[in-house]
């Protein structure tokens, strides 16, 4: 698939193309970065799957918990209320603009996002599925993780105060609604799943929650011990390349 006229054409939301220079697949590497990213911050796992031979994509998802604090709500274009939901629209949105083959590479807690939107496209055009460092299946205890290591609030009160806004915030579903999506995911699709185990936000065996239930999925784990939330790429390259690289040469489709 050519992309060069749509990249020229331009795309939402700052959506970006990153071309490989020595393109070996048809595939091409949708990236969904984390929440409150940027997709600048991507750049070292775009460089690793352009030097696999994959064509990339990352755009800005936009919409955080700052809505809470202006007089539009996060309603998704289903109703939904929570950010959650108005990501996986703009996922939605973009993965039908795009066409070809894609494979998902989400991060963290909007990882959910993209198995939202992934479901009401029912997989169409998507060959694969890699979600680093999440999601969790117990949001309450991300946002606590999160109230705490991310923004430092100690402060009992107020943590315990943030906690509900943050999580209602984020979906009224929390993240029980994940298990359905994932269960129209066709069977034998095929999800590679990376942790560190020394994620503060997000634990592994959280995130063993949203998959093991699922049987019809061909999931794999990559488990770095040392590894911190979303950090696994930058201090442990030297395994986290060759899993990723074995996870896509398998899925990816060739050049003829």
Not at 203 to 228: G, M, V, Y
């Amino acid at each position: 698939m050519d992309y060069s006229k749509l990249a020229q054409a331009g795309l939402p939301f700052e959506g970006e193309f990153f071309f490989a220079r020595n393109k070996k697949y048809e595939d091409l590497i949708f990236f969904v970065h984390f929440y409150e990213g940027k997709k600048r911050q991507l750049l070292r796992h775009i460089k690793l799957v352009n030097e696999l031979g994959f064509d990339a994509f990352a755009f800005h998802l936009q919409g955080t918990h700052r809505n809470l604090l202006s007089w539009r709500p996060p309603l998704s274009k289903h109703k939904d209320f929570g950010i959650k939901h108005v990501y996986a629209d703009q996922i939605e949105f973009m993965l039908n603009k795009i066409p070809g083959k894609k494979i998902i590479f989400s991060f963290s807690n909007p990882s959910s996002s993209a198995i939202e939107a992934l479901a009401r496209r029912q997989c169409m055009d998507i060959s694969a599925l890699i979600c680093d460092s999440g999601p969790s299946a117990r949001f309450l205890d991300s946002a606590l993780s999160l109230a705490s290591h991310e923004y430092n609030i100690q402060l009992r009160p107020l943590k315990w105060s943030l906690i509900p806004a943050i999580s209602l915030g984020w979906s009224l579903y929390l993240h029980k609604d994940v298990h359905q999506h994932l269960n129209t995911f066709p069977a034998g699709f095929k999800i590679l799943s990376i942790r560190g185990w020394r994620d503060k936000l997000i634990a592994p065996s959280h995130i063993d929650e949203i998959f093991e239930p699922h049987h019809q999925l061909d999931w794999t784990k990559l488990s770095l011990p040392e590894a911190e939330h979303l950090a696994g790429l930058r201090d442990f390259k030297e395994e986290y390349r060759p899993a990723v690289e074995k996870f896509l040469s398998g899925v990816g489709h060739p050049l003829k």
